[in-house]
């Protein structure tokens, strides 16, 4: 059973364009997360939900749009997209988000805007 | 405010050797430590962490790392290398109050 799921998997898209990234978990977590991790691998936290709320928001463009309709679910909206957004970008869940829990991490979706 | 720095993006080692990543912070209160590892075309997961309790933590696949306060060092070891564990290795802090913190991360290749 797959504990934290990412669809699509990998996502090609031209400049301009609007884009979503869907991510579950099915842990019965009570704390979601987006990384983007760049080409030289650094990972940087974007934002972070805890049981539908907004916790964490990082200094990120507000073309990034986070939703969760429910604590299983945290999805990513991209308006206007840029080159540099290209990236691999994860989805996480936690407990309830404590600082000595766990992250439990999606496989990533790879997004390439050309 | 808090960080995490990695000595050596990349590190090889032979088959059969010791694995030393090393992993050092800086905080102002005492931190939580982890070491996760990212194998290709994969999330990241836990290989072990250090909460309170016991300086030297235990993990998965052989590995262990040793919590030393006085040089605010989290490294991580294995004593004998393995073709599988070539992967991605990120330290992470996370102070008692604050997110989680990631370094930037150790290649690690296995020589056989």
């Known amino acids: 059973d797959t504990a934290v799921s990412q669809t699509p998997k990998y996502l090609v898209t031209q400049m301009g364009n609007d884009k979503s990234i869907k991510c579950e978990q099915n842990?019965?977590?009570?704390?979601m997360y987006w990384y983007k991790q760049d080409s030289k691998k650094f990972l940087k936290i974007m934002f972070s939900?805890?049981?539908?709320?907004?916790?964490i928001n990082e200094t990120v463009p507000n073309r990034f749009s986070p939703k969760s309709p429910d604590k299983a679910h945290l999805n990513l909206h991209i308006n206007s997209l840029e080159l540099g957004d290209s990236a691999v970008y994860f989805c996480?869940?936690?407990?309830?988000?404590?600082?000595?829990?766990?992250?439990?991490f999606g496989p990533g979706t790879r997004l390439l805007v050309l | 405010a808090q960080s995490v720095t990695q000595l050596g993006s990349h590190v090889s080692v032979s088959e059969g050797a010791l694995v030393l990543l090393r992993c050092n912070y800086s905080s102002s209160v005492p931190p939580y430590l982890f070491w996760y590892v990212q194998y290709p075309n994969q999330g990241l997961q836990l290989l072990l962490k250090?909460?309170?309790?016991?300086?030297l933590v235990k993990g998965i696949n052989g590995f262990e790392a040793e919590f030393k306060k006085s040089e605010t060092s989290f490294h991580l070891t294995k004593p004998s290398a393995h073709m599988s564990d070539a992967a991605e290795y990120f330290c992470?802090?996370?102070?008692?109050?604050?997110?989680?913190?990631f370094g930037p991360g150790t290649s690690l290749s296995v020589i056989p």
């Open positions: 250090y909460t309170t309790g016991a300086t």
């Open positions: 939900y805890n049981n539908k709320e907004l916790i």
């Open positions: 996480a869940s936690s407990q309830d988000g404590g600082p000595q829990e766990t992250q439990y």
């Open positions: 842990l019965g977590h009570d704390t």
């Open positions: 992470a802090v996370s102070p008692q109050y604050d997110k989680v913190i």
